[in-house]
């Protein structure tokens, strides 16, 4: 196999003297060359010394002619600087010349990873530790290597003030997609990429209830979402989803007593849901390697804004850990890291400890977070529900619900109350 793979076509020896050229003689051209590509994925080692001599003199703000080239590059350099001179090339296309020599390098560097994986197989490694080292290993592969991940505070300013001035312009503009709770957007400025928003409580307060609502609200602005569920079946989430949208209540749906009024709600609803991007995952995604393969292939597939995962502490790490917290802090700080790779939002559902539930006050804490506290520090939101009700049958709250934001990395903490449809499993806004 690995023979097989070294005469896989990945070398183009003009295409490199025609990007060459390009950035010789045009500055424009030269602009892009240079954002794109670097001296490495140069195949031939004599253009990667004359690339580097044009980088140098661009750097000093020098003229870049074939003579300057010449002048700093060895002497036994200069027949193939007279090659990359009598090629031919159009500036028109330097853009794609470069393209073309960034993915040939690509190509060169997977065939390096497979043939790293094949020694890796044959060393007899553990499963998992061979999924988490492929995982790795072409995650970084799979980056856009045009730049080298540093953004100089020059462009950092210009974004940062044309987006000031859209903000001035609409005041009211979200800076991601809208909760589809009012309050809840006033104290977030909607759900942002790269960011995690971890939704706790105990059991039966409507995690999951909150999770859809989110995930939907998004997907009906034109989000793409992929929701994983560790412990409901996708038809249950899909009930869930149908019953909030066409209001029809849940028991009824269960029962199948439904009547005409409620058929055509249902109808309507499936018409809607139908046009959403919105996807429930039917295999069982248990760890952050798994998650990150179907991740890094959905983005750079068909596209991904939106990730929920249901919930946490049904996943496991990879390999051996010595206790229980460790686990989930890798798990935790894996949902971090894929939030900030692909710019996604994350959702993440967790549970709260029953020490919650001991005090007079059953409002759960940070400190509730359930197996560890890496969740509260890998977290940029933490939301914690609360429902009276559920506890107290004479509660003046019935039907009410309680988001207590407990972390909010970019802005002010604080509780909201929501109305919360328990037959629709439905958060509403509340009416004043």
């Not at 730049?147 to 950092?156: E, F, N, V, Y």
């Not at 609409?170 to 400025?189: T, V, Y």
């Amino acid at each position: 196999m690995a023979e097989q793979l070294k005469h896989l076509p990945s070398i183009d020896r003009s295409l490199e003297r025609a990007t060459l050229k390009c950035a010789l003689y045009s500055e424009q051209g030269r602009q892009e060359i240079l954002k794109l590509v670097k001296a490495e994925d140069f195949y031939l080692k004599t253009h990667q010394q004359i690339f580097r001599a044009i980088q140098e003199l661009h750097l000093q703000g020098e003229e870049i002619d074939s003579l300057l080239v010449g002048n700093r590059i060895p002497f036994k350099l200069k027949p193939a600087l007279l090659e990359v001179v009598s090629e031919e090339a159009l500036n028109a296309q330097a853009t794609e010349y470069a393209r073309g020599v960034l993915a040939l390098s690509q190509k060169r560097k997977l065939v390096e990873l497979c043939e790293k994986l094949q020694i890796k197989v044959q060393e007899n490694l553990p499963l998992d530790q061979l999924q988490e080292l492929a995982s790795s290993e072409l995650g970084i592969w799979s980056q856009n290597r045009a730049h080298s991940g540093l953004i100089s505070l020059g462009d950092l300013g210009t974004t940062f003030l044309a987006e000031l001035e859209e903000r001035r312009k609409n005041p009211d503009r979200l800076a991601g997609w809208s909760c589809g709770l009012k309050a809840l957007d006033h104290l977030l400025w909607g759900l942002r990429p790269s960011e995690v928003y971890v939704l706790a409580g105990r059991t039966a307060m409507g995690k999951t209830s909150l999770a859809l609502h989110l995930a939907l609200q998004a997907a009906l602005v034109g989000a793409t979402v992929h929701y994983y569920s560790l412990e409901m079946s996708a038809e249950l989430l899909y009930q869930r989803l149908i019953s909030q949208v066409a209001r029809v209540d849940n028991i009824k749906l269960l029962a199948g007593r439904l009547g005409e009024r409620d058929l055509s709600a249902l109808d309507e609803a499936k018409m809607l849901l139908n046009q959403l991007d919105f996807w429930i995952s039917e295999e069982m995604v248990s760890t952050i390697t798994d998650l990150e393969t179907r991740t890094r292939e959905a983005k750079y597939g068909s596209g991904l804004d939106v990730l929920v995962v249901d919930y946490l502490q049904l996943m496991r790490g990879v390999g051996h850990r010595q206790n229980r917290e460790q686990e989930i802090a890798e798990i935790s700080r894996g949902l971090k890291m894929l939030a900030v790779k692909y710019n996604l939002v994350i959702i993440a559902v967790s549970q709260v400890g029953r020490a919650a539930e001991m005090g007079q006050d059953r409002r759960p804490e940070l400190k509730d977070l359930r197996e560890s506290g890496s969740i509260e520090n890998d977290a940029d939101v933490v939301i914690m529900i609360y429902r009276d009700d559920y506890y107290n049958r004479n509660s003046e709250e019935r039907g009410m619900a309680e988001l207590l934001i407990r972390k909010n990395r970019h802005g002010p903490c604080g509780d909201i109350k929501v109305r919360f449809l328990a037959e629709f499993t439905l958060f509403k806004n509340l009416e004043v």
